[in-house]
């Protein structure tokens, strides 16, 4: 089974954006676009549509962010969404010696902060909700981890 992939709609009514370019990056992600697809509440969603630009505090440059899923739920409650394993939304841990895999844990670390802050801003700025979904969220949701 592969963990990336092209995704095929079941609903394409539901989806805001260009049908043909649904890519999963992840099975989480996967098991997410059946739960917007099949889940009554859920209006429309896209995946990696909206696009934040955002300033990174570790090369000072603008970058351009693809927020996983943007989802209109019937009520008209629009969320942006990130989907991360829950180790990735927390400092890494203190480690005695700096290790290449340390010093890399701390920059994706600091890059998804820079991310998430303008991705924040940019959902506040449109009356909408950023979130950050983890396996446990996804386990909340009745959302497959595998």
Not at 26 to 32: A, G, I, V
Not at 59 to 72: A, G, M, P, S
Not at 112 to 139: I, S
């Amino acid at each position: 089974m592969s963990y990336k992939g092209r995704y095929t709609l079941k609903k394409p009514d539901k989806y805001a954006g260009d049908a043909k370019k649904v890519i999963y990056r992840s099975l989480w992600e996967r098991n997410t676009f059946r739960w917007c697809e099949n889940n009554p509440k859920v209006k429309l969603w896209n995946s990696e549509e909206v696009v934040v630009p955002y300033v990174s505090s570790v090369d000072k440059k603008l970058h351009r962010y693809y927020v996983d899923l943007l989802i209109q739920m019937e009520n008209k409650q629009t969320y942006l969404i990130e989907i991360k394993p829950k180790k990735e939304t927390v400092p890494p841990k203190k480690r005695s010696r700096k290790t290449k895999k340390f010093i890399n844990e701390q920059l994706t670390y600091i890059k998804n902060n820079d991310k998430w802050e303008a991705a924040n801003k940019f959902a506040e700025h449109n009356g909408w909700k950023f979130q950050v979904w983890t396996e446990e969220t996804l386990k909340n949701l009745g959302i497959k981890v595998l």
